[in-house]
Nanobody
Framework: VQLVESGGGLVQTGGSLRLSCAAS????????MGWFRQAPGKEREGVSCITSTDGSTYLADSVRGRFTISSDNSKNTAYLEMNNLNPEDTAVYYC????????????????WGQGTQVTVSP
């Protein structure tokens, strides 16, 4: 299984970015794909998740109302639309996938992408 993220970059406060995560080599049909982020000196935290079966989603409180997760199952790709970004969103964003189609069990991904840097300037 390989996950490839793209779309990170440098934006000013209030700006927007769209991250993509393309999965390949999947050996399972149903899954949950999520976005996590890790800021310097902090633990990795879950940001958002979407299931392949019914499109159920999860958004962390810190991003709800600003971020939107979506997916294209035909491409095994998930997207994270990030709006109204602020410096606290600065982190490396990782895509992860688990072979259980649930965003409510708190499962940790089995596979990870390489990460993409998001930097929000004041």
């Amino acid at each position: 299984v390989q996950l490839v993220e793209s779309g990170g970059g440098l934006v000013q406060t209030g700006g927007s970015l769209r991250l993509s995560c393309a999965a390949s080599g999947l050996t399972f049909d149903d899954y949950a794909m999520g976005w996590f982020r890790q800021a310097p000196g902090k633990e990795r935290e879950g940001v958002s998740c979407i299931t392949s079966t019914d499109g159920s989603t999860y958004l962390a409180d810190s991003v709800r109302g600003r971020f939107t997760i979506s997916s294209d199952n035909s491409k095994n790709t998930a997207y994270l639309e990030m709006n109204n970004l602020n410096p606290e969103d600065t982190a490396v964003y990782y895509c992860g996938i688990v072979a259980v189609p649930s965003c409510t069990l708190g499962l940790w991904p089995e596979y990870w992408g390489q990460g993409t840097q998001v930097t929000v300037s004041p």
